[in-house]
């Protein structure tokens, strides 16, 4: 389930526009955005998730005889369930909205203590940079 709601996560960041480590993030369009998509899918949580392939509702017949655009209905099925079994559960908290000034970025906490407040560590960066020079002043 892990791997899944981490899949859903990449691909809200990917196709949302907003703001992503202090920089405007715009989301791809046709071709590109076709790619990228098939990037996350394919991407470190893809190749797990395709090896367990009946984890995320893909066939066997499924797995990488189709090309990015054509990833099986599966991957939305699955991506929905995992966020309605977490969103409903109690890990509900587990998931969250980078904290950093300029980003609006989703992120899913595996830490043990559940306390992650940032998408990346470029954003935890920022913000404790931005807390030193504060204080130099």
Not at 24 to 44: F, M, S
Not at 76 to 92: I, N, Q, S
Request: net charge positive.
């Amino acid at each position: 389930m892990d791997i899944v709601i981490r899949v859903a996560a990449e691909l809200v960041n990917l196709l949302t526009p907003g703001e992503d480590r202090g920089r405007r993030y715009v989301p791809p369009e046709g071709d590109e955005r076709t790619a990228a998509v098939g990037a996350v899918l394919r991407g470190a949580g893809g190749r797990e998730a395709q090896r367990q392939g009946h984890r995320v509702g893909v066939d066997a017949d499924d797995r990488g005889a189709r090309q990015a655009g054509q990833q099986p209905d599966g991957w939305a099925a699955g991506c929905a369930t995992g966020l309605a079994v977490v969103l409903g559960g109690d890990l509900y908290d587990r998931l969250g909205v980078c904290t950093a000034p300029r980003c609006d970025r989703v992120y899913v906490d595996t830490s043990r203590n559940g306390t992650r407040r940032y998408c990346s560590t470029s954003c935890q960066n920022r913000v404790k940079t931005a807390a030193f020079r504060a204080r130099l002043s």
